[in-house]
């Protein structure tokens, strides 16, 4: 049997590969590539490796074909809608997720997007920058919003849906979540959210928020049905993954008024196109895909990509395996 070998593809920073380096067991073999290597020099690591550890899009699926030992890919991300998870595992390659390692940071990140799509924070950063200052937001109270009182739905109450939850109950928010599986009823217990049906909570929401991954399922969950049921007033926050909501829809509901706004930190193009729709709105508050930026996050995701290659090396089964749907 030869050495067991550890690929962390593409790091940023030196911290991070010491970091995996310092938590892996004797008789592991840790190795990396920095930022901006080549493709050739990551395939060249792929070729020995037991398991990956990508960094964003420095791995992909061709690289498999050179492989030898390969059995897991360990994301640092919670989405893995890039890897055809499928395909892998038909060549007995597993992929697994971050395990909620920046759970923390998108939840924290959807609450601010609630307040900053109720409160029209971009419009008042911008008025403050081009010298307005908030003369003209005496004009429009009414559209002005508190989180206190307000219902919120969550679809999907994983590792980052409960997050949001939890936080919400300081807000005195009513939370209602929909969920396609039966989750533990102590796990429940803790978020106080109670289930409903996804139609009661499309029909019932002040502000829907979406916690779902990326698959053949989820693609377009919200469209036109949906956002003709909402409530006019009823807020969108999306910090999972773009395609989950049918752009072009949410386009025509904010044009026709069948809801109030967005706050969004995906969409469906990435980088956002220049001649997107949905920039400039002053109910649509942006932001790039960061929701879960933070040293904190970054951490997390790479001490638990090293306990699951453990775990691994030490015959036992990996954790947050991702079926393919």
């Known amino acids: ?37 080549s493709r050739e020099a990551n395939v060249a690591l792929v070729e020995t490796a037991d398991v990956v550890i990508p960094w964003m899009r420095s791995f992909d699926p061709e690289m498999v074909q050179s492989a030898k030992n390969l059995k897991l890919i360990q994301v640092l991300s919670a989405g893995t809608d890039y890897l055809p998870v499928g395909d892998l595992a038909e060549q007995g390659i597993r992929v697994a997720n971050n395990h909620g390692g920046n759970s923390v940071a998108v939840s924290e990140h959807a609450v601010m997007l609630m307040v900053a799509a109720y409160r029209q924070i971009g419009r008042q950063v911008e008025n403050l ?4 200052y908030g003369d003209d937001f005496y004009d429009i109270w009414e559209e002005l919003h508190e989180l206190t009182g307000k219902r919120v739905g969550i679809i999907g109450l994983g590792q980052i849906g409960s997050r949001v939850a939890k936080r919400l109950q300081g807000w005195e928010c009513e939370v209602v979540y929909h969920d396609i599986r039966d989750l533990d009823a102590e796990y429940v217990e803790a978020t106080h959210a109670t289930r409903v049906s996804f139609d009661e909570l499309i029909e019932t929401s002040d502000i829907i928020t979406l916690h779902v991954p ?13 956002f003709e049921r909402m409530k006019p007033t009823a807020i969108v926050v999306n910090t999972c993954r773009g395609p989950v909501i049918d752009e072009a829809a949410l386009i025509r509901a904010l044009d026709s008024k069948q809801i109030k706004g967005a706050g969004l930190d995906v969409t469906e193009i990435e980088p956002i196109e220049t001649a997107n729709a949905l920039k400039k709105r002053r109910n649509v508050f942006l932001t790039p895909h960061l929701a879960g930026s933070s040293i904190e996050a970054r951490e997390k995701a790479l001490d638990w990509a090293i306990h699951n290659a453990t775990r691994l090396y030490n015959g036992e089964e990996p954790g947050a395996i991702i079926l393919p749907v």
């Open 129 to 132: 920058y081009s010298d307005k």
């Open 214 to 226: 990326l698959d053949r399922s989820t693609r377009g969950i919200l469209s036109d049905s949906e």
């Open 1 to 37: 049997m030869g050495e067991f070998t550890v690929a962390f593809l593409g790091y940023r920073d030196d911290w991070e590969l010491e970091r995996i380096k310092a938590q892996a067991p004797d008789g592991m073999n840790v190795v990396g590539t920095p930022k901006d290597s």
